[in-house]
């Protein structure tokens, strides 16, 4: 399945892709942003999840974020 993106310019000089799907079975939407600030070699990660149904959904998310700093 494609899955769709779109990149952000904020305020304070970071840039930031969001990545993410419509999940069909359950239809929440989930979305991660990827944010990279100037002078800093950190990626801050952050995860939106929407339940676009006025049903109470359950949804699994796994994630691994980790890294060695260099």
């Not at 494609?2 to 305020?11: D, L, Y």
């Not at 995860?47 to 006025?54: A, D, F």
Request: hydrophobic share 35%.
């Amino acid at each position: 399945m494609p899955v769709q993106w779109s990149t952000e310019e904020n305020a304070d000089g970071s840039k930031t892709v969001w990545v993410g799907e419509l999940e069909p079975r359950q239809r929440m939407r989930w979305a991660v942003g990827y944010t990279l600030h100037p002078g800093s070699s950190v990626l801050e990660c952050s995860v939106r999840i929407v339940n676009r149904t006025p049903e109470p959904n359950t949804m699994l998310c796994f994630a691994n974020v980790a890294g060695e700093r260099q």
